[in-house]
């Protein structure tokens, strides 16, 4: 075999090979985007393992969902990257403005940077599934909840003068929050999955204790002096405050609910029956 003759015989068998090697990485890569495929078009429609469901004919739904939603709440509360769950205790919240009465004459209130810690103590006490007017509504416990921020005050507080800025710590203690919310259902592809509209939260607690610093520039007598009276008349205050609070709750339930139900359809978080 002549020089030639060896040399094209050689690159004829080098080009098989490369060829081979492509062929072959084509088909492991195509093997993984079936693989891939497959997980999202099947498995991204389970549920969270802690979320176990309850059949919609199920005469007693409400206490399935009491039991399961106790079990689910220490997983939820500190978040899920599978689902853009974040961690919710404490649980962050930007900014909360009150306002109360005229300009000139009433109170004005902002927090900034706010944490509220304690909703992983959270216990379901009684829930409420309407389907046929898809209503639903929970009412928890949670024995202490303390809000710690940043504030700025100004205005009159029970017909009093008042201006500061500081740290503030609201605690809130043997609380009762009602959640409640309406839904309804959204077509995606083959699926119907449900969609939280309308979320209300109320909070009640038995007492709040709340401290704010540095009022009044700094001075210590007038400072102490006005958060005595402020504690002897909390609900005052917190009347203000409560809904605010309250709406910020519902905000990040709904989220969580929502981002768990826009993967999950509706029949596999409510089925009919159970397997």
């Not at 809904?243 to 519902?250: G, N, S, T, V």
């Amino acid at each position: 075999m002549s020089a030639a003759e060896k040399l094209t015989c050689q690159s004829l068998t080098s080009s098989s090979n490369t060829c081979s090697s492509f062929v072959a990485t084509s088909a492991s890569a195509l093997i993984i985007i079936i693989i891939v495929f497959f997980f999202y078009s099947c498995c991204s429609h389970l549920e969270p393992p802690y979320i176990k469901p309850c059949a919609r004919s199920d005469p007693k739904f409400n206490d399935c969902t009491l039991q399961h939603g106790n079990e689910a709440i220490p997983y939820i509360v500190k978040g899920d990257s599978s689902y853009d769950i974040t961690n919710v205790d404490p649980m962050a919240i930007k900014v909360i403005d009150v306002k109360n009465g005229p300009k000139q004459a009433g109170l004005h209130l902002t927090l900034r940077d706010v944490k509220l810690h304690g909703l992983r103590t959270a216990v379901l006490l009684k829930s409420d599934f309407n389907f046929k007017k898809r209503h639903f509504s929970h009412d928890f416990s949670i024995p202490l909840l303390k809000l710690l921020g940043k504030y700025t005050i100004s205005g009159r507080l029970l017909l009093l003068p008042i201006h500061g800025n500081g740290d503030i710590n609201v605690t809130m203690v043997n609380n009762i929050v009602t959640y409640s919310y309406d839904w309804v259902l959204e077509q995606k592809g083959e699926y119907k999955h449900l969609l939280l509209k309308d979320p209300v939260a109320v909070i009640k607690p038995s007492k709040a204790y709340i401290h704010l610093s540095n009022l009044f520039d700094g001075d210590r007598f007038m400072g102490e002096r006005l958060n005595e009276i402020i504690n002897d008349n909390w609900q005052d205050l917190f009347r203000d405050m409560a809904p605010k609070i309250a709406h910020e709750i519902a905000v990040v339930i709904s989220s969580i609910v929502n981002n768990i139900a826009k993967d999950v359809p509706y029949d596999v978080i409510f089925p009919e029956r159970l397997p």
